[in-house]
């Protein structure tokens, strides 16, 4: 067993039942025209840290260890998206409405893709998902058991709604998670920070963040 050096103290990484999971590094929340758009978002906050995920996802694949992607998204006739998801807030585009990157949010839709950037790879799992956590309606937990992985490292975004969802989902089934402070972003920098210290806080009471060097040391 090797530590990885985290906060808010020494991460027990079990390599061989280890995975990332890269949340919804999407078009729609990184460009403009797009669902974090719509909301009235700075999107360019999130596109600062796609470098950072992507030496990460490199890593990982170098390692050997399984890289798992996320989408926020749903079917074309809305089936899968509950009214009061649709009709919350005031955006400029609702969900399912047609943006300048097709309809927003939509599985297949061009602004619904992951930025080639991070594009996954044969063989990576790619899970589409309706809500903002990565467990309910989807087969996540199943896949996750069937390939042993009991510890999470997560990439993503936002950092307070889709991967601290997700992450604490992941808590309560019993993983061990792991969130890299420089390959996660908010729109609001403070709600990333306050994020961060809620995950950590009690004894890591949801996980553990740590820097990507160290993660990256300790898996290669
Ligand atoms: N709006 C916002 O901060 N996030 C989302 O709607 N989805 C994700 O976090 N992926």
Not at 32 to 51: E, H, K, M, Q, W
Not at 166 to 194: I, W
């Amino acid at each position: 067993m090797t530590d990885i050096k985290a906060q808010p103290f020494p991460f027990p990484l079990q390599r061989e039942a280890a995975a990332l999971i890269v949340i919804d590094m999407q078009r729609d929340f990184a460009e403009p025209g797009g669902f974090g758009a719509s909301l009235g978002n700075d999107v360019s906050r999130i596109t600062r840290i796609i470098p950072d995920v992507k030496r990460l996802i490199a890593g990982f694949r170098s390692a050997g260890l399984p890289v798992i992607h996320t989408m926020e998204c749903h079917r074309p006739d809305l089936s899968d998206l509950p009214p009061a998801k649709r009709d919350r807030g005031n955006p400029s585009l609702r969900i399912g409405d047609k943006g300048p990157m097709g309809r927003i949010l939509i599985a297949g839709e061009p602004g619904t893709a992951i930025l080639p950037e991070l594009a996954p790879i044969d063989g990576e799992i790619v899970i589409e998902k309706p809500g903002k956590g990565a467990f309910y309606a989807t087969g996540l937990g199943d896949i996750l058991m069937r390939k042993g992985i009991k510890q999470l490292v997560f990439a993503g975004v936002t950092t307070e709604v889709c991967v601290q969802t997700t992450m604490r989902e992941a808590n309560d089934r019993g993983y061990e998670c792991l969130l890299v402070e420089e390959a996660t972003e908010s729109y609001f920098p403070e709600f990333k920070s306050a994020a961060i210290a809620m995950i950590q806080a009690q004894g890591a009471i949801v996980g553990w963040t740590a820097h990507i060097d160290d993660i990256l040391e300790a898996i290669n």
